[in-house]
């Protein structure tokens, strides 16, 4: 019959409906595939030391308690990045390649989240808002798919930036739909997002890593730019009253705190090899260096640390230092013209990469350059691409050739998408192994002297002597302010190889204390203590070592509290234990647990320190502290305590009992 028709053929407007969801779900399994060749990498740099409580509760041998509060990451707790992992050990043991998997779901459940704040940030442009779900699942497929990310996923200690970055943006998403939801009449739901919503996601950020205290920043950028009008609340006081209990007044208790304790931040500089206006300056070259790894990505340069970065000394030392203060204001007043012509994401974008590194690319004395920085600013990036793009789209004259450029970037970005893929994917075959990490980062980076300090220490546990040496060698040269680490190191190739130990090396060690101990030096000499008494470190003269060792103590003394620095303490106390200094080494072990928060380990090692020496009055003493703080279930501690516990009631038995005297 004339009148019937046949099944209707899917459409360009059905395509475009469906192509943002086909296009998300496509990134997601393109992620999985990239990231695949290297979940079965190992430890890295400070993971063992920050998940060390996490492995041994996974092996039976500690409590879900000590886990808990076990990072060393921060002075400040870590409670959800530490109840993931402890969720990890609960399920799985500790399988590293289960836990690097569950740093892989993260991301992915980042991306997600990443999409839905793109689908409702994108509602309020103007311009983006007719192809919003597009621009959104291509923004989150770049975001998810971005080679600098691999160093965030694949190094494992790193998840606690991976939660802050997702909770920090789920309290951006709840925010904008708070106010969605109030444009729309439902005051109760608006009101349930608004104030339990968004701080509880806030919490959550913050404890997972203190970066997540820039959500309120991060909210407030996004309501300056596209909510002061748009979608109004019911009650304009309401909303006032929010933004004072949330941004201004936990602010303002910031910097109050900062302006009463000011060694905060100035203290750390005293062992840094930069000044505060020198990092300031500096940031803002790392800032347009960070774009460009983001958008251009170079495999060799991505990767673990970049501490040949040079610093800015001067304005025009070097000369690229001015040119990125005068990148950041050109940038920042173009995205201001835009914004006023109707751009607006080009400056939410700009923006939001600017906030997100207002905690660790400001003024705290903090390393200059580091990838994980990004996992969230790149977003930003991100999103202000795609504002240029519509932007450039609105100002052709035609709206064929709108159209016609519209599919052509369209083109465009899923090129470079797929490229990011195929970047990735090579860049987490490197991450399978420790030496392959190495090897690779020091074709971009060959003078870094943490490298060259971390592939010596690995080919001296292979047994690669000579090849140890030379890179030794050249971390001497790349860093000259550290040549006594230099030679810390040496020591331990040759005391672990069997070789004998120039007594020059010991004066070398003690005549060139680093300006600040770092994890790098404590690894090192941790491999050195904890092998005197064995077959895997001879020959050593201990009391050559300490005294050498308790120099570098003395010149890191600003920096008593860090967790190298007392960490190295508690080896220094080992080492003088080694050499029978037992009451030095009670000196320095309970200087340690003071420094350490008395963590509970340490106050063990102190306890047995001033039992060996008759030292009862700090036994006692330290017995209570333990016993105070002690909340766990670790058997191991709980038999160490009740132990030593009645040997203190017995010893004190006699002296009590009447007629003793």
Not at 40 to 68: H, I, K, T
Not at 508 to 532: D, F, K, W, Y
Request: some cysteine; overall charge neutral.
């Amino acid at each position: 019959m004339h009148g019937e028709r046949g099944p209707r053929t899917p459409g360009l407007k059905d395509l475009a409906t469906r192509l943002p969801s086909w296009l998300l779900g496509a990134a997601v399994l393109a992620t999985i595939a990239a990231y695949l060749p290297g979940l079965s990498g190992p430890l890295l740099l400070d993971d063992g030391a920050n998940l060390e409580s996490v492995f041994r509760y996974a092996s039976g041998e500690g409590d879900w308690q000590a886990a808990l509060a076990g990072s060393e990451a921060s002075p400040t707790p870590r409670l959800v990045s530490m109840l993931s992992f402890l969720g990890n050990a609960a399920s799985t043991g500790s399988s590293l390649y289960a836990m690097k998997a569950t740093n892989l779901a993260l991301h992915v459940s980042t991306g997600v989240v990443l999409f839905w704040f793109c689908l409702r940030l994108f509602e309020l442009d103007p311009v983006l808002r007719a192809r919003g779900p597009l621009a959104a699942a291509l923004v989150t497929s770049a975001w998810m798919l971005l080679p600098i990310h691999v160093s965030t996923v694949l190094y494992l200690v790193q998840r606690m930036a991976q939660l802050s970055g997702l909770f920090t943006l789920l309290a951006l998403v709840l925010y904008l739909e708070s106010r969605r939801a109030a444009g729309t009449g439902r005051v109760r739901a608006a009101r349930a997002l608004l104030w339990v919503g968004v701080p509880g996601a806030t919490v959550l950020a913050v404890l997972s890593k203190e970066s997540g205290a820039l959500a309120p920043l991060l909210c407030g950028v996004v309501h300056a730019c596209y909510l002061q009008r748009a979608w109004p609340v019911a009650r304009s006081r309401e909303l006032q009253a929010f933004w004072t209990s949330y941004l201004f007044v936990p602010a303002l208790l910031g910097i109050s705190w900062l302006a009463l304790e000011p060694d905060i931040v100035f203290a750390g500089y005293a062992t840094r090899d930069f000044t505060l206006p020198q990092r300031l300056l500096t940031e803002l070259r790392v800032l347009w260096d960070y774009v460009g790894a983001i958008l251009l990505p170079q495999g060799a340069r991505l990767g673990l640390v970049h501490d040949d970065f040079p610093a800015s000394v001067g304005l025009l030392t070097p000369a690229t230092t001015v040119l990125a203060l005068l990148g950041w204001l050109a940038a920042l007043a173009g995205a201001l013209a835009g914004f006023r012509l109707g751009h607006r994401s080009v400056l939410v974008g700009v923006l939001l990469y600017l906030a997100s590194h207002a905690l660790e690319s400001t003024v705290f004395p903090l390393e200059l350059y580091f990838e994980h920085r990004n996992y969230l600013a790149s977003a930003g990036v991100l999103i202000a691409v795609s504002g240029i793009v519509g932007w450039i789209a609105q100002a052709l004259p035609a709206e064929v050739a709108r159209e016609r450029l519209a599919r052509v970037a369209c083109l465009a970005l899923l090129a470079v998408i797929a490229s990011y893929a195929l970047a990735t994917w090579l860049l987490a075959g490197y991450w399978r192994s420790e030496e392959l990490i190495y090897r690779h980062a020091l074709t971009a980076h060959p003078g870094s002297y943490r490298l060259r300090m971390e592939y010596g220490r690995l080919l001296a546990t292979k047994g690669d002597v000579p090849g140890a040496m030379e890179q030794l060698d050249a971390a001497a040269l790349a860093n000259p302010p550290h040549a006594g680490s230099v030679e810390l190191a040496k020591l331990f190739v040759e005391c672990s190889s069997g070789r004998a130990i120039p007594p020059v090396r010991y004066a070398n060690i003690a005549s060139r204390p680093p300006r600040r101990i770092t994890m790098t030096e404590l690894g090192v000499l941790e491999g050195i203590a904890l092998n005197q008494g064995g077959p895997g470190c001879q020959g050593v003269d201990l009391a050559a070592l300490t005294d050498a060792t308790r120099i570098w103590l003395e010149r890191d003394a600003a920096n008593a509290g860090g967790v190298a620095n007392w960490r190295f303490r508690a080896l220094h106390a080992l080492l003088l234990a080694h050499a029978n200094q037992l009451r030095p080494a009670l000196r320095e072990a309970l200087a340690a647990w003071r420094d350490s928060g008395m963590r509970i380990e340490r106050g063990i090692f102190a306890f047995q320190l001033a039992a060996a020496v008759g030292d009862r009055e700090t036994c006692v003493t330290l017995l209570e502290d333990m016993r105070r703080r002690y909340r766990g279930r670790d058997p191991r501690v709980i038999e160490f305590l009740e132990h030593a516990e009645a040997q203190a009631d017995a010893d004190a038995a006699p002296h009590d009992a009447p007629g003793a005297h």
